[in-house]
């Protein structure tokens, strides 16, 4: 018998807003949005998950949730507002997943309602990837409230848990219908959460756009001291640059390189080795250091070009190395990192290192007496500062 074809293609499409005081009774963004979404009139649930960093931070918030919704009733709050604990542990904890898919059982949360997520990366990455499994894909909205998730995470397509303490194992390649970032939130970040996500900023502007890298040198001392329209700027550029990669190269990463994920293959691992202590863009500037330096030793790029990334990566406070990221003889913890990295993506491993200050390149093999010397430098660098 003739086999049979099958062939189709599925539109994606959403929007990331930007925006103040998401929730004030004046601001009619939310609610446009969720009424243009449902023109037929029915009565649609939403359910709130909301980062207790965040409700802790700001302890009106769900009190301003219930008055914005009762005041626009098209959409039916879940009053029972699900508060959940921040940071990594959501992710490596299957109970709050548990947690989220109970909420959404109890409260009848169908296809055609929506699930809206408020919080940094982590909490965003787990309630997205339980939105997403459950009846096979409930509509999720994100309100990220960190750097992080603003200009990378929160914006992008992927959901996801860790497992088998592996990040990510478990996930979906689904975009939100909506993203909301709302500056007001990041006014009660920690200076750490503030300075993490410009990280990722750093690492869209070295492999895309030299122009982006010089603004960030121009404005370094300003983010890392709290300058908001610097810090408003560089979200929306890193959101859009995240963005644009998504669009044009390959959303569901059906290849094997990724790279937006330069700097990426350490911190990963590094993240796991230090328990989570350190962040994950924390982890991304020391391993954005490590692999430009690599890139430098290798004969990719200038040690002038090397010494201006190290150079902003310090100046925004960021540390340039672990003691963890050593590699020592016989087997480093650090070098599993590589192998996991390939299984993660799938196929050959592919790790971008950098050609130039807003361009890179795909390399299959990392040497190991290079990366143990492009870590020795960078801990001697580290060692020359601190004393
Ligand atoms: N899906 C993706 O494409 C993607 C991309 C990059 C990173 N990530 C993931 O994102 C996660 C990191 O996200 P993150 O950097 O946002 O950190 P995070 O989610 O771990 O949050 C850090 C801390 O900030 C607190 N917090 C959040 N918002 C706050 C606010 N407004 N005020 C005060 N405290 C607040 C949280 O409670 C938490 O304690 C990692 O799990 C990483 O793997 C996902
Ligand atoms: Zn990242």
Redesign the pocket.
């Known amino acids: 018998m003739e086999h049979l074809h099958q062939s189709f293609t599925v539109q994606y499409h959403y929007n990331v807003f930007f925006t103040s005081s998401l929730f004030s009774p004046e601001n009619e963004l939310l609610n446009s949005f969720l009424v243009n979404l449902n023109p037929a009139a029915a009565i649609k649930k939403i359910l709130f998950v909301i980062?207790?960093?965040?409700a802790?931070?700001?302890p009106g918030l769900t009190t301003q949730i219930k008055a914005y919704f009762l005041q626009h009733h098209r959409t039916q709050l879940v009053q029972d507002m699900l508060v959940i604990?921040?940071?990594?542990q959501v992710?490596n904890d299957t109970g709050y997943f548990d947690q989220v898919l109970e909420a959404i059982n109890t409260y009848g949360i169908d296809r055609h309602s929506f699930v809206a997520a408020i919080?940094?990366?982590?909490?965003?990455?787990m309630v997205?990837y339980a939105a997403t499994v459950a009846h096979r894909g409930i509509k999720h909205i994100r309100i990220?409230?960190?750097?992080?998730?603003q200009n990378?995470?929160?914006v992008?397509?992927?959901?996801?848990i860790n497992y088998f303490n592996k990040?990510?194992f478990l996930g979906t390649f689904s975009p939100p219908v909506a993203v909301f970032n709302d500056e007001v939130?990041?006014?009660?970040?920690?200076d750490r959460?503030w300075r993490?996500?410009i990280a990722?900023a750093v690492k869209v502007a070295l492999i895309k756009d030299a122009g982006f890298f010089e603004w960030l040198e121009t404005n370094a001392v300003a983010l890392a001291n709290r300058d908001t329209a610097a810090m408003n700027y560089q979200i929306w550029k890193c959101a859009k640059l995240h963005m644009e990669h998504i669009r044009s190269a390959d959303p569901f990463e059906n290849g094997s390189a990724r790279p937006l994920d330069f700097g990426h293959w350490s911190a990963h691992k590094l993240?796991y080795l230090t328990n989570f202590e350190v962040?994950?863009?924390e982890a991304v500037a020391m391993g954005i250091a490590l692999d430009t330096v690599y890139s430098n030793l290798s004969g990719r790029i200038s040690a002038e070009d090397a010494r201006r990334v190290i150079n902003l990566i310090q100046q925004l406070g960021f540390e340039l190395t672990h003691p963890l990221l050593q590699v020592k003889e016989g087997n480093s913890p650090i070098l599993d990192g590589l192998e996991e990295f390939r299984e993660h993506l799938g196929g050959q491993l592919t790790i971008t290192l950098l050609t130039g200050l807003g361009s890179g390149e795909e390399v299959h093999e990392i040497d190991a007496d290079i990366l143990k010397q492009a870590a020795e430098i960078l801990n001697q660098q580290t060692a020359s500062i601190q004393h």
């Open positions: 980062d207790k960093g965040v802790d931070a700001h604990p921040g940071g990594e992710k919080g940094g990366g982590a909490v965003l990455d997205g990220p409230s960190t750097v992080l998730s990378d995470s929160g992008g397509v992927k959901n996801g990040k990510n939130f990041l006014n009660t970040l920690s959460d993490s996500g990722e993240e962040r994950h863009g």
